[in-house]
C-alpha cells in the first residue's frame, strides 16, 4: 500500500463549481501535512498547510482528519485558473530527520 | 529574487554517457534534495542532503549519484544512464536541517529537468 493515496481525476468540473479532493495516508506517525499545486509540466508549488482546526485561504479550505488519517482540500467557485494538478504531501520524522512523502497527485480541469 | 536554477532544463543522451544535472539555490538553505516525477508515480525521491558533506539516499537511488560540497549546490550524477533513467527530475531545497521539530517547513522546487535516455 502506498504510503499516500489520491484519486488521480481527472476531475472535469465547470466554472463556479465546488470540488473537493480528499487523500489518505497510512503512516499514523506523519505529522504536516501539505496541498501542492503543479501546473502542466512545470514545478509544484506550495497551496496550503493543513492544520488540525482546519484553514481557509480565500476559496480553499483544507481539512485535516487524524482518526481516518485522510486530508481534503475543498475549491469553491472553480475558476479556469484552477486546472492544475493537487499533490498531497506528508511529512513525518525518520530517523530524526523529516521523511517527505508525495501523493501521485489529483488532476482538475475546469471547463468555461 | 529567491529561486532554484537547474541546468540544463532539457537533455537528450544515450545509453551510458555519463551526464550532471546542477542544482543551485541563493536561499541558503541547508536541505536539498533531488526527485524524479514519472505519469502515475508521482514525485519519488532519489537523495537528499541534510548540508554539506551529508547526503543520504531517498527512496529511488539506484542509478544515480550526488555531492554537497557547497551549501548552495547539489548536482546529481548519472554515470551510465539508461533509458529507464527517463524522467523530469526537480531539484528542491528548504531551510530545515531536516529537523523533525521543523515539520511545517516547505520545499522550494527548481524548474525541472526534463532528461530523455535513448
Known amino acids: 500500500r502506498k504510503e499516500v493515496e489520491q484519486d488521480p481525476g481527472p476531475f472535469n468540473v465547470p466554472e463556479g463549481a465546488t470540488v473537493a479532493f480528499n487523500c489518505t495516508y497510512s503512516n499514523s506517525a506523519s505529522q504536516s501535512f501539505f496541498w501542492y499545486r503543479q501546473d502542466c509540466r512545470k514545478e509544484p508549488k506550495l497551496l496550503m498547510s493543513?492544520?488540525?482546526s482546519g484553514n481557509e485561504d480565500g476559496r480553499f479550505t483544507a481539512q485535516l482528519n487524524r482518526a481516518s488519517q485522510y486530508i481534503s482540500l475543498l475549491i469553491r467557485d472553480s475558476k479556469l485558473s484552477d486546472s492544475a494538478t493537487y499533490l498531497c504531501?506528508?511529512?513525518?520524522?525518520?530517523?530524526?530527520?523529516?521523511?517527505?512523502?508525495f501523493g501521485t497527485g489529483t488532476k482538475l480541469q475546469v471547463i468555461p | 529574487e529567491a529561486q532554484v536554477t537547474q541546468n540544463p532544463r532539457y537533455l537528450i543522451t544515450v545509453t551510458g554517457k555519463k551526464l550532471t544535472v546542477t542544482c543551485s539555490q541563493n536561499m541558503n538553505h541547508e536541505y536539498m534534495s533531488w526527485y524524479r516525477q514519472d505519469p502515475g508515480l508521482g514525485l519519488r525521491q532519489i537523495y537528499y542532503s541534510m548540508n554539506v558533506e551529508v547526503t543520504d539516499k531517498g527512496d529511488v537511488p539506484e542509478g544515480y549519484k550526488v555531492s554537497r560540497k557547497e551549501k548552495r549546490n547539489f548536482p546529481l550524477i548519472l554515470e551510465s544512464p539508461s533509458p529507464n533513467q527517463t524522467s523530469l527530475y526537480f531539484c528542491?531545497?528548504?531551510?530545515?536541517?531536516?529537523?523533525?521539530?521543523?515539520?511545517?517547513?516547505?520545499?522550494?522546487f527548481g524548474p525541472g529537468t526534463r532528461l530523455l535516455v535513448l
Open positions: 493543513v492544520y488540525s
Open positions: 504531501v506528508v511529512n513525518r520524522r525518520s530517523g530524526g530527520y523529516q521523511k517527505v512523502t
Open positions: 528542491a531545497s528548504n531551510s530545515s536541517p531536516g529537523l523533525a521539530e521543523n515539520l511545517q517547513e516547505t520545499q522550494y
